[in-house]
């Protein structure tokens, strides 16, 4: 199995708990799960409406503002249009933006179904805890950069992998069935970079902001 990021070759193992074919690919750090493994829309809107986070959640508007100072508000000036791609069943992350005085656009797969985006460009682009969800991640990325003003910023947050099998066989973040996908820093910049994104800044944990230049 060739890696969907830069073709390389991966690594193949079982993940007895998940029950799935796992690729790892050690060239560029993607990680992702067999096709098998990814569950139908009927269940996967199933986990999706267990989750409960709304604004009254103090800790997840502050995880949403954490986010937010560590990424695109050094570059508020510059941004006034937003789309916030897979925004949930409540989109918080859409709400605080508003409240802030961007100009919000929210899409999601299951609550927010409808391609608002399409003919739109924007100055920023949030996904936050989706790429994770995602098997055809160029195609994504590919969407992202479509939709981006020349300029504007694309501000992801998803958990890293540890990048070593044991570990990942320990880890918690697989367990979820919907999870599919999985990175790091330099998966992401390796993506990124195939579609005309150069990197901006992140952490090694979970957040990592690029921006979007001129194609050559």
């Known amino acids: 199995m060739h890696c969907k990021i830069c073709q390389g070759p991966t690594e193949a193992f079982f993940d007895t708990y998940m029950k799935c074919e796992t690729y790892h690919c050690h060239e560029c750090e993607f990680i992702f799960k ?6 139908s829309n009927e269940k996967e809107l199933k986990v999706y409406e267990q989750h409960n986070n709304t604004e009254e959640n103090l800790g997840y508007v502050a995880m949403f503002q954490d986010f937010m100072e560590k990424t ?10 937003v789309l916030d791609f897979g925004s949930g069943p409540n989109p918080v992350l859409a709400n605080i933006m508003t409240h802030q005085g961007f100009q919000v656009d929210h899409y999601d797969k299951f609550f927010a179904p409808e391609k608002v985006y399409v003919d739109k460009k924007y100055d920023l682009i949030t996904s936050t805890e989706v790429i994770e969800h995602i098997s055809e991640v160029q195609e994504t990325m590919a969407l992202f950069s479509e939709h981006l003003q020349e300029g504007g910023y694309l501000a992801l947050m998803t958990q890293f992998h540890p990048n070593e099998k044991e570990a990942y066989l320990k880890w918690w973040y697989r367990r979820d069935p919907t999870h599919i996908s999985f990175f790091r820093p330099h998966a992401l910049q390796t993506l990124a970079q195939q579609h005309h994104f150069q990197y901006i800044s992140g952490d090694e944990k979970k957040i990592i902001l690029f921006q979007k230049r001129a194609a050559l």
């Open 34 to 39: 067999e096709e098998a493994a990814i569950i």
């Open 72 to 81: 695109f508000l050094p570059y508020k000036k510059e941004i006034h249009t």
